[in-house]
C-alpha cells in the first residue's frame, strides 16, 4: 500500500511516497519557490536526484507535476497506486485533537489557523485544496502537530494571563513537534513493551521542544502558543521576559513585527554566538576556542537541561529519556554534556554507546536510574501511518 505524506512551509512542499507494507520511502522529494519566479523541484529515486527548474505557479501544478512525474518514473502505473495521502498540519488549535479525513470544513478550519501559523497552515490548505480537487476519490488525511499535546491538563495549558484572553482569543499553550514526540513514545512502548512508563522527550533540532509524557499522553511541553517559546533554539530565543520587546522596540525604533522577526530568526544560538545558528558549525567552532560560540552551545545544553528538571519534578521521576532530530540524534558531545548536568537524578550514560548515531540505541549504563535513548524521528513515516490507519479502520 503505498501512501504519500506531504508538508509545507511558505512557498516550499515536501513530499515522501512510502511503501506501508515495509515503512521503507520509495521515493522523496521537494517543490521550491511555488508561485515564484525560478521554481523547481528535486525527487530522489533509485539513489539518484534529480533537479529541474519547471514553472510552478501554484499547488494545482505542484500535484499535476508530481503525479506526471512519479508515472514518467514508473514509480506508479496511474494515480491509483497511492493509496492515501497524509498531510502534516502544523496547528490544529485546540478543536483537532487527533489525525481526521479531510473535507471542505477541515481545509477550511486549517486555513483559519493559517493565523497562529502563517507560513504553514495557509500553504498546507492551499495544498490540500489541489491534491482533493484533482484526486477526488484518494482518501486524504490531516495529521496534526498540536494533536498529541491536547492531553495537557487546562492548569498546564493556560498561562497566567487574563483568563479572557483565553477564552476570547484562544492564547493559550498549543506545543508543537507532536508527531515526532508521538512517534518517540510509540518506539518507546515497542521497545519495553508496556504503555505505562514516565517519559521525556526530547527534539533537538533547528527548532527544539522537550515534552514530559505519562503514559502514553503529553503533560505538558516545552513550546507554547507558537514554536517561539520553550527551549533555546537555533534561531529562536526560546522563553525570554515579555518586557524585553516594547523596550527593544523604543531603543531601537523596531515596530512589533520586526522584533519578533528578531527573536524568531536572530536569537536562540546564533544570536548569542554570532557565528551560526547550525550546531554542527558551533561545535565545530567551539573546538577552536571561539569563547562565544562555547557560551552559545553551554546556554543551549543548559536550557535543555534544565526544561528535563522541570519535568522530572511534573512527572514524579522518569523512567526513559529520549534525544531525537538532528542534534539529538547526531551529536554526541550535546547529547554527553546535557546527561552529564542530569547525573543527581542517577542519570549515567556510557560513552562508547553514545558514539552510536542515527539508529535506535540505548545509551544510559545498567547502572543508570533513568533509561536514555537515541530514537532517530520519522515525522513523515508518523504522517503515512495515521493516514493508513484511519484508511484501514474505515
Ligand atoms: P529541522 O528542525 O530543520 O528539521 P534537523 O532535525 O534537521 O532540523 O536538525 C538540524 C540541526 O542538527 C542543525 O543544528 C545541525 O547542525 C544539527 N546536526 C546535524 N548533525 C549533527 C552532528 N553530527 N553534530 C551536531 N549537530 C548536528
Not at 99 to 104: A, C, Q, R
Amino acid at each position: 500500500m503505498k501512501i504519500l505524506s506531504i508538508s509545507t512551509r511558505s512557498d516550499e512542499l515536501e513530499f515522501y511516497l512510502f511503501e506501508m507494507d515495509n515503512s521503507t520511502i520509495v521515493t522523496k522529494g521537494t517543490f521550491s519557490r511555488i508561485s515564484l519566479e525560478d521554481s523547481y523541484y528535486t525527487i530522489s529515486f533509485n539513489s539518484e536526484k534529480i533537479t529541474e527548474h519547471i514553472i510552478v505557479k501554484n499547488y494545482d501544478d505542484v500535484v499535476n507535476i508530481l503525479l506526471d512525474k512519479l508515472n514518467v518514473l514508473n514509480i506508479i502505473s496511474s494515480s491509483f497506486d497511492i493509496k492515501g495521502i497524509g498531510f502534516r498540519v502544523v496547528h490544529g488549535g485546540s478543536k483537532y485533537t487527533e489525525s481526521v479525513f479531510i473535507n471542505d470544513k477541515v481545509i477550511q478550519d486549517v486555513n483559519d489557523l493559517s493565523e497562529f501559523a502563517p507560513l504553514y497552515n495557509d500553504s498546507i490548505s492551499m495544498a490540500m485544496r489541489s491534491f482533493k480537487k484533482i484526486l477526488p476519490d484518494t482518501p486524504m488525511v490531516a495529521v496534526f502537530d498540536t494533536a498529541f499535546n491536547q492531553t495537557i491538563a487546562e492548569e498546564n495549558y493556560l498561562y497566567p494571563v487574563p483568563l479572557d484572553w483565553y477564552e476570547k482569543y484562544g492564547i493559550r499553550k498549543y506545543g508543537f513537534y507532536g508527531t515526532s514526540h508521538k512517534y518517540v513514545t510509540q518506539k518507546v512502548s515497542e521497545l519495553l513493551d508496556r504503555d505505562n512508563f514516565k517519559l521525556i522527550s526530547c527534539h533537538l533540532g533547528n527548532g527544539g521542544s522537550v515534552s514530559a509524557i505519562e503514559n502514553m499522553k503529553v503533560v505538558d511541553t516545552s513550546m507554547g502558543f507558537t514554536p517561539l517559546s520553550g527551549i533555546m533554539m537555533g534561531t529562536r530565543s526560546g522563553d525570554i521576559d515579555p518586557s524585553i520587546i516594547p523596550y527593544i522596540m523604543k531603543k531601537e525604533g523596531l515596530n512589533v513585527g520586526e522584533v519578533l522577526d528578531e527573536l524568531n530568526n536572530n536569537s536562540g544560538v546564533y544570536g548569542l554566538s554570532q557565528y551560526s545558528g547550525d550546531m554542527r558549525e558551533i561545535l565545530e567552532e567551539c573546538d577552536k576556542g571561539n569563547v562565544k560560540t562555547i557560551m552559545a552551545k553551554n546556554k543551549f545544553v543548559r536550557s535543555v537541561a534544565d526544561y528535563i528538571g522541570k519535568y522530572y519534578v511534573l512527572l514524579g521521576g522518569v523512567d526513559v529519556i529520549v534525544f531525537t532530530a538532528g542534534i539529538g540524534e547526531n551529536s554526541v558531545q550535546i547529547r554527553r554534556e546535557i546527561c552529564e548536568k542530569l547525573a543527581c537524578f542517577g542519570v549515567k550514560i556510557d560513552l562508547d554507546l553514545n558514539n552510536n548515531c542515527g539508529e535506535i540505541v540505548k545509551i544510559s549504563t545498567n547502572k543508570s536510574k533513568v533509561q536514555v535513548y537515541v530514537i532517530p524521528t520519522e515525522e513523515e513515516l508518523m504522517v503515512a501511518l495515521d493516514t493508513e490507519k484511519l484508511i484501514k479502520n474505515r
